[in-house]
């Protein structure tokens, strides 16, 4: 998903975080409770139906936590629809006779005027009442309407970074690296040890492609060090197009070496999500570059893979260790839920979504559709354990680099094309502004 | 059976029962649930029909639109796109019933709405591009009646769940002029369809209906169906592998049927499916859990839960009813071993009881034969000597049963004569016979060994069983009674006696055989009810005789009489013939016809150890006339300081003494080694009858016993045995008249049997004797018994009982020795209580009856000074016939005359008051008193 955002977004965003931890503190927040079991606010036995419009066209985990929250409430009755062409529809269907009381929100809506009526619609979701645990969301994941409104919940978040096969690791004594020194090294014994190309991924210039979980993450936190630089690039400046040099130098300087294998990547994986799972499961691959949506796709494959059955190994997600000390957790929200303040059973909505806003709830989920959880509880699923207690100062989300779409696209095509041979890294630099194609 | 065993098996029994109800529950189970999902799979396919029925009626609508747009075509007068939405729009009730005409020509597939956007009220036009609706348009049928419906999918115009039913038009095309093919689409919200489930729903509230097409993607899905597709869900949540998960999903697009599943929480639920007519492509999928089809288990388990509880109830009465039962057969079975051992005390007691009157009766009878010259007499004595020695065995007989019920029989071989065995069989069973007219005949080999070796008295049992039974049951004819000896060649020591008994009596009938020797059955009851018997005879007989290795065979024939043999090996002590049996058994009865000791002995010595002085006196008195030198002692040390000093031939020791019993007392003596008595025999004195008392003896040391009373007969038998040959002489041809007075109050006295006494103690004079004696030591005993019980030593308060129990029966006062006898018992048995509550009444009687007895003292006074001869009856009562005849006469010179001549003669001392009277009226001229006087006395 291309997020598209302006300015007053971008600022707005940086700005609201700060302000949502404290409100959601003031509002919700009674840390001591982040844990506690959940209490039913309203009558067991209410009976209503409620739906959740979305965007997936399986949605298990909500399911879920539809039968969890019937333990609670056995006689309320929760559906999840999937709309066609949702971009489109969910307006629509907000306005009519069968409107959803729960649906699927992105931030590039936040930005969209034709999705105004989205948000119009939206309930407020930190007004104290409403007793929901907005405290519980990790801070990378906060989102807020240009007015400062809590419209949105984060259900899931991703990452990009690299699937680490752990049986290889441990079978030739390595520890997984923590910066990029000990990257380079664990990558030379891997090489030693046989193993090619220790790097692979989607030779793609998609977010899911391999450049992008390599050297994004550093791009942005260049561009977090130099704020002035935003601006010329989000312009197209071509003189901005420098600020990419360290993170396609080091990826050149991958390739070169023979750590990363384009050529061999396009031939053995078709595309960046099921073809890289399935190539990761061939266990000789000791690590495959991709966003948390190859990680999402793990859980289902691994018996569809013949090798991973016949041999199964442990793995794990990491961030690529790309700078001196160690790599960058670029956080990112998959999915938003709102609320339909015209909902007929708002009450029990809301008491859903309190339930829901639950480190429990939300790791729970998750874990299910094995994506990140929007909290800051990763113990639930040990894939993502790296995650747990990862330096703040290295945390950051994209909105607040304060780049645009187009600032993403031409550092992908860059990427792409340096990896490829196709420029070299200055042809790439000095091209900067008329990458994408 | 012990409780548990009985609890088990009725847990056992219980648990089947419980067992069998859960098989039958479940099977009734199994078949309602079965009849239940076929009651559901049956509405499944009425709710089939009905959504079948709904959208071909909805396809007919839309079909309907179509057919007017195309006739218009055909009619030659084509609709544009927008004439034939407004027609739609027009045509269509239900506002909330969409009509899109859509283009397929491009990719873009747009169209035109009945209705306007959702955001925009002025634009009708539609877009299916971005919507995955279209990948088959061929497939969309262009007839009449067949249903083409979409997929659940988002209407573009309102954002609702909606499906579709389409088929072709052909509109005008503006631009160009000519007709053009288009999709007309009837949209429905899915809800409608939804809503029309609720009334398929019928009595299962918990039913879901979802539609699925043969991917199994959802047209529309209940609560508990999760994911976007149905197979994708199955999966999930239930194990199968490929094979099955094809067939499942097979079977789901192709058939009706039902199946069970597992739900996203793991609980069991029921699908029931079945595919929609003439629709190959949707398929109804009825969902509900499985416990609502299993409501009814509900009323088993609690049908199960009360049987339980009522079996429950049952063990535990049934328990509680055995334990009950338990404790009273308990008690019943504690009363029966109580009952038991008072009928062992009983029969042990009896023993010794019952042979005290018969030794009475024996004894006296033996006076008889000792004293009567009378042929008459003595014949008649001897019969009741030998009658009675047989009534003693048949209360042996009794005791013998009792001992062969509890095992306790056991077989004593002694040496014995045959002759003399033979004489006592003769001498009851002869009488007997020839007093119904029975001919006795005796066939008695007369090679028959004269001593044999084996149990006498068993034997003779046996025999006079069998004798009895013969004699019984045979009214006319004989009895033969015969008895044989066969030699053993390879054992020289013994034979085998042959006995038959041969009657001609009522015979046996052949089914009657088995019976005859069972215990107290008794045979043709009905016919021989007259004739006495316990029943017990025979079963002794045969088990004696299984006992001795041997067995009684019987040949009878019903009416004619009856053959019982038996063959018994026999030891053989002296291999001498008997001889003519006859013959010696009339030289017998002449022989014993008179009392004479067998034998003097005026050189034998005997030593007599008793603590109770009338015993020793009255053993005196039995062999006096054998001559035979006795020394007496009344103490065990007494006796073994004799021991020490004199050579005696044989030694005679009482059991139960004082301080020192006979059995220490023997031990003493034989742990002597400066003793002349080394070899002489030592013989137990005891009033201990009971069977074992041989053994017990025989183990202590002793080599013989005698019973006490003592058989004056076995005493001196036993002494011909023991006094070494030389010292025996013939007895004395010399009769001795035995005629010492015993005072009339003697025989007065209530509770002194004297005709018991005198056969105790031989003669009259020892009687005599013996009852001074008794009087003499009461006063000192009844005060030493009183003394060991007050400190309470019950051993000696036990013997000094048992000393006053002989000497009492010794005397003849019956009553106090057998109250003295039940007192030694509990004294023996510990059994204090008894002792101390009865004491007083025996200490009570012995000192009435040595009151009663005192006058023995002045007699003897009176004895010494008195020489006169006392009065016979018939001078007595001829004096009193004359004085009464000279009073009437009034002859008074007479009447002096006859008294002072009556002066001259001792009365007797009932008759001693009327002759004093007589003298006192005489003396005082009163001779009107006299016939008074004299008649009083004739009273």
């Known amino acids: ?437 | 059976m012990k409780k548990t065993l009985i609890v088990t098996v009725d847990l056992v029994i219980m648990g089947l029962i419980l067992f069998f109800i859960i098989q039958y529950a479940n099977t009734k189970m199994h078949e309602s649930n079965k009849s239940e999902i076929e009651a559901f799979e049956k509405m499944t396919v009425s709710a089939e029909q009905i959504i079948t029925n709904y959208l071909e009626d909805e396809q007919h609508l839309c079909d309907i639109w179509a057919n007017y747009i195309n006739r218009s075509a055909e009619a030659g007068t084509p609709m544009t796109a927008e004439e034939a939405i407004s027609f739609i729009r027009k045509a269509k009730i239900s506002p909330i019933i969409y009509g899109h005409l859509i283009s397929l020509d491009d990719s873009s597939k747009n169209g035109i709405s009945t209705h306007p956007g959702a955001t925009d009220s002025h634009n009708y036009s539609v877009s299916y591009r971005n919507i995955n609706l279209f990948d088959n348009p061929e497939e969309i049928s262009r007839e009449d009646g067949v249903v083409s419906l979409t997929r659940a999918y988002t209407n573009p115009q309102n954002g609702v769940q909606s499906i579709a039913f389409m088929n072709y038009v052909k509109v005008l095309d503006e631009a160009t002029g000519e007709l053009k093919e288009a999709l007309l689409m009837r949209v429905e919200p899915v809800s409608v369809l939804e809503d029309k489930f609720v009334f398929l729903k019928g009595e299962y509230e918990s039913v879901e209906i979802s539609l699925i097409n043969k991917e199994g993607d959802y047209l529309v899905h209940g609560k508990s169906l999760k994911n976007s597709n149905f197979f994708e869900y199955y999966k999930s949540y239930n194990r199968l592998d490929i094979t099955d998960y094809n067939k499942m999903t097979e079977q789901v697009t192709s058939m009706s049927g039902t199946m069970t599943m597992l739900n996203s929480k793991g609980e069991e639920c029921i699908i029931s499916y079945t595919p929609l007519k003439s629709m190959n492509t949707w398929f109804l999928l009825t969902y509900i859990p499985k416990k609502d089809l299993d409501a009814n288990t509900v009323i088993d388990w609690l049908l199960l839960g009360m049987v339980t509880l009522g079996l429950l109830g049952l063990l535990v009465f049934n328990y509680l009813i055995l334990r009950f039962y338990n404790v009273k057969l308990a008690e019943a079975a504690a009363a029966a071993n109580q009952a038991n051992e008072a009928k062992s005390h009983f029969l042990s007691t009896m023993s010794h009881d019952i042979r005290t009157p018969m030794n009475a009766i024996l004894g006296l009878n033996e006076m008889v034969l000792r004293e009567s010259r009378e042929e008459e007499t003595i014949k008649y004595s001897e019969s009741i000597r030998t009658a009675g020695k047989t009534l003693l065995g048949l209360i042996n007989d009794i005791l013998d049963f009792s001992k062969i019920e509890a095992g306790k029989m056991d077989i004593i071989n002694v040496d014995y004569s045959f002759v003399s065995l033979l004489n006592d069989l003769v001498n009851m069973v002869q009488g007997k016979a020839e007093d119904k007219g029975l001919q006795f005949n005796l066939d008695v080999d007369r090679n028959i060994p004269v001593i044999l070796n084996g149990d006498e008295i068993r034997i003779k049992q046996i025999i006079t069983n069998i004798l009895s039974n013969a004699v019984k049951y045979t009214n006319e004819g004989s009895i033969t009674f015969k008895a044989g000896f066969e030699k053993e060649e390879d054992n020289p020591e013994s034979g085998k006696l042959l006995i038959s008994v041969t009657d001609t009596g009522i015979g046996i009938k052949p089914e009657d055989m088995k019976r005859l020797f069972q215990a107290f059955e008794r045979i043709d009851e009905k016919k021989n009810r007259n004739i006495e018997g316990t029943g017990l005879g025979m079963s002794i007989a045969q088990s004696f005789l299984n006992m001795m290795g041997s067995h009684i065979e019987v040949e009878s024939e019903y009416g004619k009489g009856s053959t019982f043999s038996f063959a018994l090996e026999q030891g053989v002590r002296d291999w001498k013939p008997i001889g003519n049996y006859e013959k010696i058994f009339r030289h017998s009865l002449s022989e014993i016809r008179k009392y004479r000791e067998r034998f003097t002995a005026p050189y034998a010595r005997l030593l007599v150890v008793d603590d109770t002085p009338v015993n020793l006196s009255v053993f005196e008195s039995l062999l006096k006339r054998t001559k035979v030198q006795i020394d007496t002692a009344l103490s065990g040390d007494e006796g073994i300081s004799l021991y020490r000093q004199k050579h005696y031939d044989v030694i005679f020791l009482d059991h139960m003494m004082p301080d020192k019993d006979g059995i220490e007392t023997l031990r003493e003596m034989k742990e002597l080694a400066d003793t002349p008595n080394k070899e002489t025999p030592v013989v137990c004195l005891t009033a201990n009858a009971i069977s074992g008392m041989r053994e017990m003896y025989m183990n202590a040391g002793f080599d013989d016993y005698i019973t006490k009373p003592i058989d004056p007969d076995r005493l001196e038998t036993m002494l011909l045995q023991y006094i070494p040959k030389g010292k025996i002489a013939p007895a004395s041809e010399e009769d001795e008249a035995d005629d010492f007075f015993i005072p009339d109050f003697i025989f007065k006295l209530e509770d002194l049997d004297v005709n018991s006494g005198l056969m105790h103690c031989g003669s009259r004079e020892s009687y005599m004797v013996t009852l001074k004696m008794y009087l003499d030591s009461a006063q000192k005993n009844a005060d030493e018994i009183e003394k060991y019980l007050k400190v309470g030593d019950i051993q000696n308060t036990t013997i000094k009982v048992h000393a006053l129990k002989s000497t009492s029966r010794v005397i003849g006062a019956l009553k106090l020795g057998n109250l003295a006898a039940q007192l030694e018992k509990a004294g023996e048995a510990g059994d204090t209580e008894t002792l101390e509550r009865e004491i007083g009444n025996l200490l009570t009687q012995y000192r009435e009856l040595a009151k009663e007895l005192e006058p023995l003292n002045d007699i003897k006074d009176d004895g010494a000074s008195d020489d006169r001869p006392i009065i016979t009856e018939k001078d007595m009562k001829e004096a009193y016939t004359a004085l009464s005849e000279f009073c009437a006469s009034f002859d008074y010179d007479s009447v002096v005359n006859i008294v002072e001549s009556l002066e001259r003669y001792r009365f007797p001392e009932d008759e001693a008051t009327r002759f004093d009277a007589l003298k006192k009226a005489v003396d005082n001229f009163d001779y009107e008193l006299i016939p008074g006087i004299l008649s009083g006395g004739e009273k």
């Open chain 1, 1 to 437: 998903m291309i997020i598209k955002k302006g300015e007053l977004i971008k600022k707005t965003a940086v700005l609201l975080s700060a302000a949502i931890l404290v409100t959601g503190l003031t509002a919700c927040g009674k840390g001591q409770e982040k844990n506690a079991e959940f209490k039913p606010a309203l009558p067991t036995e209410t009976s209503c139906s409620i739906r959740v419009a979305g965007t997936y066209s399986n949605f298990e985990s909500l399911e879920s936590e539809f039968e969890r929250f019937y333990e609670y409430y056995p006689n309320a009755s929760l559906n999840y629809v999937y709309l066609d062409n949702y971009d489109n529809t969910i307006v629509s269907a907000l306005l009519s006779d069968e409107a959803p009381d729960i649906y699927v929100t992105a931030t590039w809506m936040l930005d969209d005027k034709k999705m105004a009526p989205v948000f119009e619609n939206a309930e407020v979701l930190y007004d104290p009442s409403l007793n929901i645990d907005l405290d519980c969301i990790r801070k990378g994941a906060r989102w807020t309407a240009e007015n400062g409104d809590v419209v949105m919940l984060p259900i899931f978040t991703r990452s990009y970074g690299m699937l680490v096969n752990m049986d290889i690791f441990e079978k030739n004594g390595l520890k997984v690296p923590t910066d990029y020194k000990s990257l380079v090294e664990v990558c030379d014994k891997l090489k030693t040890a046989g193993y090619e190309n220790p790097i692979m991924g989607a030779n793609g210039n998609t977010v899911s492609g391999m450049y992008y979980a390599f050297s994004f993450p550093l791009f942005c936190d260049n561009v977090l060090k130099k704020p002035e630089s935003v601006a010329p690039l989000n312009a197209m400046d071509k003189s901005a197009g420098e600020m990419m040099r360290p993170a396609l130098e080091k990826l050149q300087d991958f390739v070169k070496k023979g750590y990363l294998n384009p050529a061999r990547c396009s031939e053995e994986i078709a595309d960046d999500y099921n073809a890289v799972i399935m190539r990761f499961f061939e266990g000789d691959v000791p690590m495959m570059l991709g966003s948390g949506d190859m990680v999402s796709g793990t859980a289902k494959r691994e018996s569809k893979s013949e090798a991973f059955t016949a041999n199964p190994f442990k793995y794990k997600f990491y961030v690529v260790p790309i700078d001196d000390d160690g790599g960058f957790f670029l956080d990112a929200v998959n999915l938003f839920f709102s609320v339909n303040k015209n909902s007929k059973n708002l009450d029990m909505t809301n008491e859903f979504i309190r339930f829901l806003t639950r480190e429990k709830e939300l790791g729970n989920m998750a874990a299910i559709k094995r994506l990140i959880t929007p909290t800051d509880d990763f113990s639930l699923d040990e894939v993502y354990s790296s995650l747990e207690g990862f330096p703040e100062d290295k945390s950051f989300s994209y909105q607040e680099t304060g780049l645009n779409d187009a600032v993403n696209k031409e550092f992908r095509a860059a990427a792409y094309k340096v990896a490829n041979g196709i420029m070299t890294v200055d042809e790439a630099i000095s091209a900067y502004g008329s990458l994408w194609e």
